[in-house]
């Protein structure tokens, strides 16, 4: 079997230094078996190693986060009231989206460590490290943030299809425990707030009786209202789509490796060829064999390849 590659004397001979369209074309034609073959082979060895991979499934299921969580310390109440507020003199503070709050809470290692103490995934994944089952969670777990519908859709891609829609709705699950307790805790924070509020509130001068009034009575109201989501469950989240086990795996994609892989194999191969012809090409020319012989002395250089 012949080289596909081309031999010195199959180069066109010419004068000049530059490459033609009609030297291009015939490089690649000399050469088009190796293009052809060679990606051909790579494709199909990188579809073989995806086929021996293990199969992975994932899991989707959406939930909606509550439409604002409240900043600590009493803000968003005192935000309720208004001008009012800034006339006894009290400090004013913003909201933050629900959704970035659990999204956050997603990410965490707290909230990792919950799933794996709920799912005793150190003894499921035959695991001693704590951190080693941090980071298996970090991989199968995705939370995609859809801001424009303002839901958060989790993704749970594992090798066990049936465990993977149990962990999606694990998270769910968890993230509302979790979502409760902080709430109960912010509820707590705000109630003490306003207690300190109020009772500075009632020292303080005002212009007439009735802003007296009606700022006291407007902070007594938010106290009760504190008050009540301190003994209340918290936000809830709602789950628009519970998990199921797929039917079909995600992964991995072979044919996208076999193509990434062949695309990549025909970029090199090209380059190779290309380079090759350039050097035969220096090679015949006398301008350029002082350079095509430094190039060759320090690619000697470089490999601690011996001089001839």
Do not use: C, H
Not at 80 to 106: D, E, R, T
């Amino acid at each position: 079997m012949t080289s596909p590659l081309l031999t010195p004397e199959q180069f066109p001979s010419s004068d000049d230094e530059e490459m033609t369209l009609l030297d291009l074309v015939l490089v690649l034609v000399e050469n088009l078996r190796l293009l052809i073959v060679g990606p051909i082979l790579v494709g199909m060895l990188a579809y073989a190693y995806g086929t021996s991979q293990i199969p992975v499934y994932t899991a989707r299921t959406t939930i909606i986060p509550p439409a604002a969580a409240s900043s600590g310390g009493g803000a968003s109440v005192l935000a309720q009231l208004g001008g009012l507020g800034a006339l006894a003199g009290l400090g004013m503070g913003g909201a933050s989206p629900g959704a970035a709050k659990v999204n956050v809470y997603l990410q965490s290692d707290v909230f990792r460590d919950r799933l794996i103490e709920r799912f005793d995934l150190l003894k499921r994944w035959s695991m001693n490290d704590q951190q080693a089952a941090r980071g298996t969670l970090r991989g199968a777990i995705e939370i995609v943030d859809d801001r424009k519908a303002g839901i958060l859709a989790v993704e749970v891609t594992l090798a066990d299809p049936l465990f993977a829609a149990e962990l999606a709705n694990g998270v769910v699950q968890e993230m509302q425990a979790m979502l409760g307790a902080m709430a109960i805790q912010e509820a707590k924070a705000r109630r003490v707030y306003l207690e300190e509020q109020l009772e500075e509130a009632s020292r303080k001068p005002y212009r007439t009786p009735d802003i007296r009034d009606a700022i006291i009575q407007g902070m007594v109201r938010q106290l009760e209202q504190a008050r009540l989501e301190e003994g209340s469950v918290g936000p809830k989240l709602e789950q628009v789509d519970v998990a199921e086990p797929p039917k079909f795996k995600s992964g991995p994609k072979r044919g996208l490796m076999a193509i990434i892989a062949a695309s990549a194999a025909l970029g090199l191969l090209l380059v190779f060829v290309f380079v090759r012809y350039a050097l035969l090409q220096a090679a015949q020319q006398k301008s350029a064999a002082g350079k095509l012989s430094q190039i060759q002395r320090a690619l000697r250089r470089a490999f601690f390849i011996p001089q001839a």
